[in-house]
Structures are given as structure tokens and as C-alpha cells.
């Protein structure tokens, strides 16, 4: 008989075996878990690991800054700041109207029209950069507009206190600080850094901390540049050249002055120029350093190639008399011809009043092949070796296809082209004593390491016997005194050595030369024997006047006059700039010595020793920068710093310390405005002792500065 079972046995069966399989399952499932943990902890554990510290751990970058470029006494030309913002969107997040209005704000703010920036929003990645080295004021502007997804970023920006001044002598750089062009890009090697890097941790809200544990390597800076410009003798060069460029209205403007003895650069500037803070904006042609990359035919400030070739051959002495032909000499089917009918001149006339026939006779003398080996000599057809990027080379022909005319026009400076500062160095050999110096831009540097290099100067060859370039310079003083050159002298006894020189520029689309439109220059170096400075002044395509004589010459005489203060001060001085860096106040007794030895300098220039203040006081503060400085007390030297620094032109009158000035201080700037100095060294022995808060007194230390 069969047995039923109870319905509470039966209630009891089914929750044992419900019992059972959710213990079979729940140990299948830890089953799983247990393979699959050891399958990510074990077999690929490492893997996944690597992945977790990759979002929890990073390696970041820490970024160096970029090295200084300083001028010869060490005043910074550029350096890094952090100073400006980068902007960049997230064009997703913004409306087309908000990327309208971000965009025109944006241009109006550089200059580049707005459909270059919407140009950058299009783009299909997620973000974008727009711009960088925005200013401070730009970008408060952009942050009160309140649109989305506009990052603000501030950055370490390239900063020229000189601005436009050295804007092509240092070029710029790019976002990421490497050298765009100008020394920037010469020297990008000394002066870029190299980065250093840390870990960071972020924990689960996204916050980073460093990570003491993870590893740190320290950023390293880049170098130290220093330049053998002296930044008061550009800035004075850029002030001349920039009246020169608005009375002539020239398509351009050049100067290049460098120191025959050693081929020093101290200033060297071509107008129009650029704005280093917007290098986009404008005319890139205004980007090219012009007296380094710039062809030219010379004209007759190339004259004295045939002239030296001739002495220094001993083929002729400067008494040497030529027929110049009353004007006009027929030279196979050409003529040439001279500016004014000369009759007969002595080689000595024949450069000073820069007859074109009598230039040709002396070439016909020397003949073609020795003439090329001078005009070589010289160092034209080549490069310089100078430390800059793209300088050119000049064009010259072989002699042996030179045809009559083409010799005579080669002779007089036509149909050969040459740089500036291919003629400033051949005109700095006449002034070494017939020794061509290697020009130098760069006077040494300090690597990222600390480790220092020097750049000396470097002799190239003998150009001519020492006694063939002092017959040069008294030539050349002759032009300066009773010939072409007569508005480049100046206002003292200092002799000065020069030639004119106007050029035909060439028509390049068909040939020939323009008949008015010219190349005006004038070179010339002084003091004419023993000279310390070689000057090249050009001008191209001027309105109106266009010989050398009117309108290069006189910027010569300008630039030159407004140094020659600066000049004495810097020679009364112990020290050469470059080492006045820390120097002890009490400093009398071994600047007397160096003092009586620089005297013949002094007197050559107009000044005397004695008028020259052996202790300059402390400079007072020069709180505002737009405002007129009181100079009284001042050195020459300071003056001059704080006037140029302002945009106002500084005039001489006396030496030693500042007694008075024609701008009234704390009067609003006026840029390109002139302000005469009155200097005395008669100073009042109680204002020095018993005077106010502003009284100069005896430094601590002196500083190198700017001369």
C-alpha cells in the first residue's frame, strides 16, 4: 500500500534541493570569479596594471626657458617671460554666431582677417589653438565675452624690450619657443633648453599630486647670446634712419656701423621693419636684415677698389694726373660719362670729386685680371662668415668676361653686386692698416652646461700694404673735407674718411637700368687715421634728391654726432663695456691711468679728460616710462639710456654731469621728439653733500649699461 507523504515533508524536500543548487550555483559563480581573477591577475595581470597607472599615474612635462640674447654690455635683447596667453576653442561648444563674434574680436586684435581663424575652427579635431602671444589686456578682454569653450592659457612668451629696434637683427620664434628666423634661428642650439619631467598621481575626483616616489628630472634653461651690438648706438642708428625714411620717402633705409680693429657689429638696422610681437602682420619683406641680404650695386663707393689696386701695385701715386675727358669718353660703341666736365685730375681728384672716366682710365691701367684679384681680395663674390642666417654672397663675373664697357662699369661700381656689409669691411681693411677682419655679431656665449665659449676676432688676410691704406685714408679724408663727401663732416676737429657713391638701381623685368630711380649711399670711418668706427649709410629709391651726397651723407654726419658723446665716455673708462660689470666705487685711481692713456682719442673727438666725470652718481629712479625724466646729476651715459629708452632724441651740449635739460621732466613723451642736454663738470660741492632725497652720490657699485 502505498505511502503518501505529509505535505510538511514534502514543503521540507523542496527547500533542501533549493538549498543545494543555490549552493551549486553560488559556488559556480565564485567558480567564474576565481577564473576570471586569475585570468586578469595572473595571466595578464602585468597588462592591466599598466593600463591602471596610466590613468592614475602620468608622466608630465616640465617645460625650461628659452636662453637670453644680451647686447655687449650685457643688456637683455630678449628673454622668456610669462607674459602672454595662448586662446584656443572648442568649436563644437560654440554657436556659429559666438564663432563669428570670437573671431572678429581676434582680428581686431592682431591685424589677420577673421576668416583665417574660422579657417582653424572648421577643422574636425576637438580642439583648435587660435592664437598665441596675446597680451594680458587682449585676454581679459576675451575671458569678459563669456563665451563657451574658449580656453584661456597663460604661457612664457619671447619678450624684445627694444621692440621694432632689433626686430630683424633677433627674428622671432614660434609657439613652442624654436627659432623662426634672425639669431633666434642661428643661435636656437645655445638657447633652447631642454625640458625636464615628474610624476604626477590623480586619485578618483580627478585631483594630480606629485608623487615624491615616481621619479623627477630637473628642466634645464638654455644659454646666454652676447652680441657685440651696443642697443644706444641702434637705437640712435633706428632714429636717424627712420627721419631719413620719412624726408625721402626711399622704399628702404640701411645703416651698418662696425669696428674696423676687431669687425665688431655695434649697430645694424633697415626701415621698414616689423613688429616682433605680430611677425604675421605686414609685409614679410620687412623681415630681411637688408644690410646682410640685400644686392646692390655699390656705385661709386666701389671706386676705391681700383684706386687701392692701382697705389698698392705701384702703378700710380696719388699725383698721378688722367685726362678725364672734359666729361665724355667713348669706350668702344658706349660712352661714358662723368657728373660734372673735369678736365685733367690727379688720382687723388679723381676719387675725391668720384670721376667715373678717370675710375675707367685707372682700371684700363691695372687691367682686368689684377683688378679682379683685388676686388676678391677685398672680399666681395663671397660670404663674410658673419653669424646670421641667409647673407649673400654679391655677384661677380670672371674677369676674362669682362668686355671693355663692362670693365670700366665694374670699376666704377655697376654690374657687380655686393652687401653692405661686404662694402663696410672692405672699408674697415682701408682703415685697419690694409687687414681684413671676419665681421663678428656674436662676442661669446654660455651653453645650457655653464660652459663658456669665446668668439675673438679673426683676421682674413692682407688686403694691401699698411702704407697703401694710409694713402687710402687721406684720400678718403680729402673727399670728406673738399670733395663729394663734404656733408658727412662734422662739427669738430675729428677728420672723417668717406666716399659717396649713387647707383642706377637695375630694371629687373627688362633689363637695363632706370633712368630715376637711384641707390644713394655713403660710407666713411673716423677718426680718418686709427679709426675705431666704419659707417655705411643706404638709401633706396628716394623722392626727390638722390645723390649720395644729399641725401645719405647727412645721415651719416647725424648718426655720427650723436654717438661721438657716448663714444668719449665709454674710452674715459678703464674698462672696455663688455667687463663693466661689477666694479668697485672707489675706482679713481685706476681709471686715471687708463684715462691719460685714452686722452689722444678724447681730444681727436672735441672732448677733453678733464670735462669727463670720473664718478657718476646713482642713477635716481626711473619710476614712469612715459613721462620726461628729470636727468639733472646724471652721466651723459644714463642720460642718454633713459631718453632713448622713451623714444626721445638726445643732443649734447658740454660734458660730464647733467645740469639741465629742454624737455620739462614729467611732461607726457612725445615720441621722436628732441631733447638738448646741458652738461657740466662744475658741480656745486655742497648740492653733492648737503643735498635732498634725489642728490647723487658716489655708487656702490657700477653697472655696465649702454653706451
Known sequence: MRRWKRPEQAGATVRVWRLRLLAGATFLLFLLFGVRLFYLQIIHGERYAQAARKQHVQKVSLASQRGRIVDRSGQELAVDLPQYYTVGVYPSKMTPSEANHLCQRLADFTGRPASHYLRRMQSRTGFRYLEWRLSEEYADELKALGLQGVVLERTSGRFYPYDRVTSQLLGYTDIEGHGISGLEIYCDSVLQGAKGWETRQRDGSGISFWDPLGGFTAPQ??????TSIDIIAQEMLCQELDSALASTQAAWVAGLLVDPRTGEIIAMASLPDYDPRRPDAGDKTNHKMRPLTELMEPGSIFK?????????????????????EAGAWRIGSRVLHDSHPYGLLSLEDVVVHSSNIGTAKIADQIGPRELYRYIVRFGFGTTTGIEFPGEGSGLLRPWDTWKDIGRANIAIGQGISVTMLQMAMSYAAIANDGILMEPRLILDWTDAGGQHHANPPREVRRVMEPETARLMQQILAQVVKRGTGRAAALDTVTAIAGKTGTAQLPNLETGGYYHNRYMASFIGFLPAHHA?????????????????????????????????????????????????????????????????????????????????????????????????????????????????????????SGSGLVISQSLTPGEPVVKNSSCIIIASSEIPVDSVATGGPDTPRPPQSRKSGRS
Open 532 to 652: 675705431d668706427r666704419v659707417l655705411i649709410v643706404t638709401v633706396c629709391d628716394p623722392k626727390g634728391a638722390y645723390y649720395g651726397a644729399q641725401v645719405a651723407a647727412p645721415v651719416f654726419r647725424r648718426v655720427l654726432t650723436r654717438l661721438q658723446p657716448a663714444d668719449a665716455v665709454r674710452r674715459s673708462w678703464e674698462a672696455e663695456p663688455a667687463d663693466l660689470v661689477e666694479i668697485p666705487a672707489c675706482f679713481e685711481a685706476a681709471d686715471s691711468a687708463a684715462g691719460e692713456a685714452d686722452a689722444p682719442a678724447l681730444a681727436a673727438s672735441g672732448l677733453s679728460l678733464s670735462n669727463i666725470s670720473r664718478t657718476p652718481p646713482a642713477a635716481k629712479p626711473d619710476a614712469n616710462p612715459h613721462r620726461v625724466p628729470d636727468l639733472t646729476g646724471l652721466t651723459l651715459r644714463e642720460a642718454v639710456r633713459r631718453l632713448t629708452a622713451r623714444g626721445i632724441r638726445a643732443s649734447f
Open 221 to 226: 634653461d638654455g644659454g646666454t647670446v652676447r
Open 304 to 324: 676705391i677698389v681700383a684706386a687701392a689696386a692701382a697705389l698698392d701695385q705701384g702703378l700710380a701715386r696719388p699725383t698721378d694726373i688722367y685726362d678725364c
